[in-house]
Structure formats: structure tokens, C-alpha cells
């Protein structure tokens, strides 16, 4: 990161932009959005380890650079490619969407064509997604999903293997298993069924094994989950 003046403009960011996208961060030390979103901006651009160069602009003490990008608000962040400007946007955005933003500059044409077929959603987009990407996250759990929804719990099964934990691939996983023991969590005795299996849980793998699975599938909002892991705290200690 570096802080690029009227005078070195030219130099800092046009010149840098033919070697890697360089985002310009438009700020002021009055501005609190800005403040907001400097350490961000920070914290994301470092995470990329030199994939982007990040520049910073004090738009009080540099006005021909804020005249150039015809500046109406700050904070007002730009990236700029072979001289060019590509992309842009205005206000504090959260962390997530900012590294979303920044991850694009980087992107190659092939993760952006996987990018574009995952966005898609549907199956036969997500299986030409990952015949570019087979290690595409995205493509893999939206894939599970829906094959999970279809019953086609093998296949599922083995796209989710390959991820790593999260909430969403646990979920997906434990709908799987569930689904390939006849198990389905929207059923209306699913609560009769964790009572009976709570009863077995300290003595019996696999009746624990499909109680915390029953959990993992169900909705995190639904009230019974919480109720229900405490109960399974409580039984096991």
C-alpha cells in the first residue's frame, strides 16, 4: 500500500496498472465512512498477497486526481487496469462485498466463466463449472444441494467430501446421510423421533450419530435445535 499524490499519479498508478490492477482508495481524514473503510480495504488487498497494488488518495491535498475521477462523494474507490478505468464504487461497503469486489480484478477468465455458470445455479451450468474448476467450492456445495434435493444421495455424498467444514456442507452432509436412511427432517414425528433417540444417545453411536445429524439438517432458526443440543449436552454429561 502507498499514498499517490497529483504528482506522482502517473507514475504510482497508471504505470503500475500495466503490471497489476491497482485499486485507489479516494478518502479524507474527516470522512468517517472512510475511516470505516480503510482498514478493510487493507485487510483485504494484503490477503491477496500482491495480486493488486492499493493505493491511497487524500482528496483534500490532491485535487486534480479527485478532479480526474470526478469525485462527488468519498469514500469513492477505484481500479484501474492498463490505464483504464474497470470498476468502481461509492460508500463503506462490508468486508464480504469488498473482497468479492477485489477478488474479481484478480480473477483469471476461467474462474470468472466459473464465477458466471455457478451464478447461474442450475445443474447443468454447475457441472460445466466444475469440468473448468472440479475444486470450485461454490460449484460443488450448489451442485450437493441439489442433488441432495433429488435424492441422488451417493453422488451427493461423494461432491461433498470433497469441501471443507462449514455450517452449509455440514448441513448438506447430514441431509445426505439422513436421506439414505429414509430419514426426512420435515417429516411431522421428526420431534418424537429425536425424543426416542435421545433415550439411546449415551449408549448407542449410531442413534447419537443420527440425532446430531437430524440437528445439522434442520433449520438454524428452528427452536427445537438449540432445545435439543442441550438436551444432548445434558444426557452425555
Known amino acids: 500500500m502507498k499514498d499517490a499524490t497529483d504528482a506522482t499519479f502517473d507514475h504510482d498508478v497508471l504505470a503500475r496498472s500495466v503490471e497489476v490492477p ?3 482508495d479516494l478518502w ?9 473503510l480503510s482498514p478493510i480495504i487493507e485487510r483485504v488487498a494484503a490477503a491477496l498477497n500482491g495480486a493488486l497494488e492499493l493505493v491511497k488518495v487524500n482528496v483534500d491535498e490532491n485535487p486534480a486526481i479527485s478532479q480526474a475521477f470526478r469525485v462527488q462523494s468519498i469514500p469513492t474507490v477505484v481500479a484501474i487496469k492498463d490505464r483504464q478505468v474497470v470498476d ?7 468486508e464480504p462485498q469488498v473482497a468479492e469486489w477485489m477478488g474479481k480484478l484478480v480473477a483469471s477468465p476461467e474462474q470468472i466463466e466459473v464465477d458466471e455458470l455457478v451464478a447461474k445455479g442450475d445443474e447443468q451450468s454447475l457441472r460445466l463449472a466444475l469440468e473448468i474448476d472440479p475444486n470450485s467450492e ?4 450448489a ?4 442433488l441432495v434435493e433429488r435424492g441422488d444421495v451417493d453422488e451427493a455424498t461423494a461432491l461433498l467430501a470433497k469441501l471443507p467444514e462449514t455450517p452449509e456442507v455440514r448441513r448438506l452432509r447430514a441431509v445426505a446421510r439422513l ?15 429425536l425424543e426416542n433417540l435421545l433415550e439411546r444417545v449415551k449408549t448407542d453411536e449410531a442413534a ?4 446430531v445429524d437430524i440437528l445439522d439438517a434442520m433449520e438454524p432458526d428452528d427452536p427445537r435445535t438449540s432445545r435439543y443440543r442441550k438436551a444432548l449436552s445434558d444426557r452425555l454429561f
Open 138 to 141: 461454490k460449484a460443488l456445495v
Open 88 to 94: 468502481a464504487f461509492m460508500g463503506a461497503l462490508p
Open 143 to 146: 451442485l450437493g444441494g441439489i
Open 22 to 24: 491497482v485499486v485507489v
Open 208 to 211: 447419537r450419530r443420527e440425532y
Open 179 to 193: 436421506a439414505g436412511e429414509g430419514v426426512n427432517t420435515s417429516d411431522q414425528d421428526i420431534t418424537a423421533r
Open 28 to 36: 479524507a481524514p474527516w470522512c468517517g465512512p472512510c475511516r470505516t
